[in-house]
């Protein structure tokens, strides 16, 4: 439902000696209801670009991504929003995303106030649901985001994303910052709610073990290029790119 075909994105960098850097090259791929495509490469080589160009942050200079067959970006403002709507993003550092001075219940009511969905009374009753969904007690709610642990925080930022009922859910190193057994029950919880609502995700992260466990598909990634992509247990059994074997051998 989710398929980009042939994107690639220049940036210019330098101001004196300019350098063009071709952060995105000729990237296809689909992602269908319900499954995990992770994208894994090393630091630089785009990954973030395309998460970017996802949530249409960045227009691609070429090629399309369209999402139940519709182009993402068709220049009708109002469709456009309505479609992007269904893609959102988990960022890394969930408390640079959410605002100190305001409480978790302010932060989760934003999105919906924001695109005018819903009266004030059924907000409410979303926000406790969606709290109850990512296993969060509602006295969280008045606190503020310095009162919560990193696992708590990274549960808010899900239940916020989940506030606008999207399909996919861009997810950029969510777990990088939170130890290990926290990272196990925030992947966990991601899990779940995908068997429950059906969200399809695209994972990115450069441990290639966490893709390996949590991601039904796999595209690696170098220098811009999905260099190599398949069925998560194909990749790993049987790697056919050199730069896939590196990977594969460079974390035993
Ligand atoms: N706005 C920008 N302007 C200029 N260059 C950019 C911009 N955004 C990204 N780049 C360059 O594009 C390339 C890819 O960057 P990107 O952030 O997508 O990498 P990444 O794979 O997400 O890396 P990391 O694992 O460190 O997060 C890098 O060379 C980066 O310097
Ligand atoms: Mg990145």
Redesign the pocket.
């Known amino acids: 439902m989710l398929e980009a075909e042939q994107i690639s994105?220049k940036?210019?960098?330098g101001v004196l000696r300019r350098q063009t850097?071709?952060?995105?090259k000729e990237v296809s791929f689909s992602l269908p209801e319900g499954k995990t495509l992770g994208?894994v490469?090393?630091?630089?080589?785009?990954?973030?670009?395309?998460?970017?160009i996802l949530l249409s942050l960045?227009t691609p200079d070429t090629g399309s991504v369209r999402i139940d067959g519709e182009e993402l970006f068709s220049g009708d403002r109002k469709r456009d929003r309505a479609r992007t709507r269904k893609i959102q993003m988990i960022f890394q550092h969930p408390e640079s995303s959410l605002d100190p001075a305001k409480k978790i219940r302010y932060s989760l009511e934003e999105p919906m106030r924001i695109h005018h969905m819903y009266d004030p009374a059924k907000r409410r009753e979303r926000i406790c649901r969606l709290m109850d969904l990512v296993d969060l007690g509602e006295d969280l709610l008045d606190r503020r985001p310095r009162q919560l642990s990193g696992g708590e925080a990274q549960r808010v930022m899900i239940a916020r994303a989940l506030t606008l009922e999207p399909r996919i859910l861009i997810l950029?190193?969510p777990t990088s910052m939170l130890d290990v057994s926290v990272q196990a029950q925030v992947l966990n919880l991601l899990k779940e709610l995908q068997e429950k609502m059906g969200l399809s995700y695209v994972f990115?992260s450069?441990d290639i073990d966490v893709v390996r466990w949590f991601c039904h598909d796999i595209a690696v990634?170098q220098q811009?290029r999905f260099v190599e992509t398949g069925p998560t247990e194909k990749v790993v059994e049987n790697p056919e790119h050199e730069f896939t074997k590196e990977l594969l051998t460079m974390r035993l």
Do not use: P, Q, Y
Not at 21 to 24: H, M
Not at 41 to 49: A, Y
């Open positions: 994105k940036f210019v960098k850097v071709e952060a995105v994208i490469g090393n630091s630089g080589c785009g990954k973030s670009t395309v998460a970017r960045l950029d190193e990115i450069h990634m811009g």
